[in-house]
């Protein structure tokens, strides 16, 4: 009998984009815990729709959503495609239901992949969700 168990990777991310904003531009907002985490976890992946959220902000803080885009490929971040999975596990995040629906989606793609999930919201931190993780801790 041989079971697979699949690896805990990790997925950057927060409310309004800054985690993944700040591995580019302020590497010192992020706690020791997250830059350990980035530096030796098995993969490092973010989300598109992290990227759909930048364009809505595009240009500001002097980064285009394209450069985003690279600059996190340049650094060996992977893409973590939107499945049908995380779109079907939505409802577990009904606490979210009122909120940004960027972040119902986001949480889902993480508990769905598995991943952690790096965020510096307070109100997602207290969700009291253990794939949840403090990015400035």
Known sequence: HLSIRRQRQMCIR??????LLWVHTKPSRLGKKTRHALASEGGVFFSPISVFE???KD???????????A???SVGFQELP??????????RFGALRDRDPMDLL???QAAAGRMHFYT?????LELGLDFVKDAEA
């Open 14 to 19: 927060d409310s309004d984009t800054h985690v």
């Open 54 to 56: 930048w364009f809505q």
């Open 59 to 69: 240009g500001l803080d002097g980064l285009s959503a394209k450069d985003l885009v």
């Open 71 to 73: 600059a996190t490929k």
């Open 82 to 91: 939107l499945g049908l999975d995380a779109i079907l596990d939505v409802p």
């Open 106 to 108: 986001l949480m889902s």
């Open 120 to 124: 510096a919201d307070r109100f997602l």
